[in-house]
Structure formats: C-alpha cells, structure tokens
C-alpha cells in the first residue's frame, strides 16, 4: 500500500516543519497489554463479524507493544479492524508485524530513540518506512540532551523517518546547572516553553532537508505557551506551514 506524501526531499517546498501534538490525547489512545487483551479481541470480532464480504473497522486507536510473546492473532485483528494503530518498540519490529501494519491505511511504528542504531535496527526502520508511518521518539532533558548529538545519531536512518516527537519530561528535582531551564509547577520542573522550542528550531533544518516533521508532545499545561514560541519562530523565518494537529 502507498503511503501518503509528507515533505519533499531537501524540503523543497519551504515548508515549516515544527508543530505540536497532544499528548494527553495520545495517552487515551487504548494500549493492549495482557490485562485486557480478551477484551479488545471480543469487541474486534463483533466488528469482523458484521462482514464476511467488506473488511469493516472501528473508530477507535490502539498502541501495541513490542513483547517477547506477542500474540500473532490479536495483532493482525488490531490492524485489519481497528480504525488506527500504533505500534511502540524499542529494538525491532517482526516482518509478520510489519505485514500487518502495511495492510492498515492508518498505522505506525514508534522507535526509541537510542545513542547509536544497529545495523539490523537501520534495515528495519527502512523496512517498516516502505509499508506504515515511522515515528522516532526522542526523550529530552536539558541540558544533558545535545542536539547536534541527535542529528549524529539521526543521521543513518535520515530519508526513512517521517516524524520526530520531542518528548520534555516533567522532573521531581534539578541537579546544579538546570535551574535557568525549569520551573517549578506545583507538581515538578517543567522545561520553559522557548527552551522546547529551541531545541527543535536546532535540529529543525536538518530534519527538513530529511523529509521529517518535528512534533514537540505538548498537554493542557504548556500547548498554550509552545504554541505561542512556535507562532513566533514562524514569523521570524518568514516561512510557510503544512499539515497541523494542534488543538
């Protein structure tokens, strides 16, 4: 199946490729775990049984995990009857996965970030770029992440990735020399909204000339503000935006 087009090579098109996805909305999302595994596969065959002749799908979005026993048969009903599908890992995604994920018009695969990847994990990511969605996953925590360090580590799989999510944890206590990237919430540190941005603005014209969307993972308490940072960086790029999931 073809995927949909996303930036062109070298970004052509001068698009701006920095924008914000909800992350409270993704942690709803329904992840299949062992705990309620019966019960998705229950709902998903009342949807396949309403149809012998169309492949009927729900509208509903599911995030599988990689596990060492993954259960072949729920995974293929996931992909073949739920309405979107996400599938994390954090080594490889199997070829009969990947099989499954090709056949859903809406599917990803979500890859760890990792400080180098293997030669096998470089096939897969190729592999799984021909058939779903890539996404890699970058957790970021300053200033002990270095941009100029992703991009080297970014750069094997570079052309093969569609997206990058820039994910800022909230942390329970600073060491000396975070105290200018903080503040504090009432509940932890939370990294200041132009600091979430700069860091995507460094690694932000590589990654176009890549072909690759960065999302920065925002909630209710700093989509406001990083909005706001990435209005204005626009604005002083003088350059065009494509595509959106804010809100």
């Not at 596969?41 to 026993?69: A, G, V, W």
């Not at 729920?74 to 979107?84: P, R, T, Y």
């Not at 590589?206 to 690759?212: A, D, E, R, Y």
Request: charged share 35%; glycine share 4%.
């Amino acid at each position: 199946m073809a995927k949909n087009k996303t930036l062109t090579i070298y970004n052509s098109d001068r698009y701006f490729n920095i924008d914000t996805k909800d992350r409270d909305k993704i942690s709803e999302h329904i992840k299949v775990t062992r705990l309620n595994e019966d019960e998705v596969e229950r709902d998903l065959d009342i949807i396949k049984n309403k149809s012998t002749r169309y492949k009927l799908k729900d509208d509903k979005s599911y995030i599988l995990f990689n596990e060492r026993y993954n259960n072949d048969r729920l995974i293929e009903k996931v992909c073949n009857h739920g309405g979107e599908v996400t599938y994390y890992t954090e080594s490889v995604v199997p070829y009969y996965v990947l099989k499954q994920l090709s056949n859903s018009n809406n599917s990803s695969v979500v890859y760890k970030m990792r400080e180098s990847f293997t030669n096998r994990e470089i096939d897969n990511i190729a592999l799984s770029f021909m058939g779903t969605k890539v996404i890699i996953d970058i957790s970021v925590v300053l200033p002990n992440v270095n941009p100029y360090e992703v991009l080297r580590n970014l750069h094997p799989i570079k052309t093969n990735v569609d997206e990058v999510h820039l994910t800022f944890p909230r942390l329970k206590e600073i060491e000396p020399g975070q105290e200018r990237f903080y503040k504090f919430d009432g509940e932890g540190y939370e990294l200041l909204a132009k600091y979430k941005v700069d860091f995507a603005e460094r690694v932000r014209v590589s990654l176009s000339v890549w072909k690759m969307y960065i999302y920065i993972l925002t909630s209710k308490h700093d989509h406001e503000e990083v909005t706001e940072q990435i209005d204005k960086l626009r604005a002083e790029k003088k350059v065009r935006f494509k595509g959106g999931n804010r809100g």
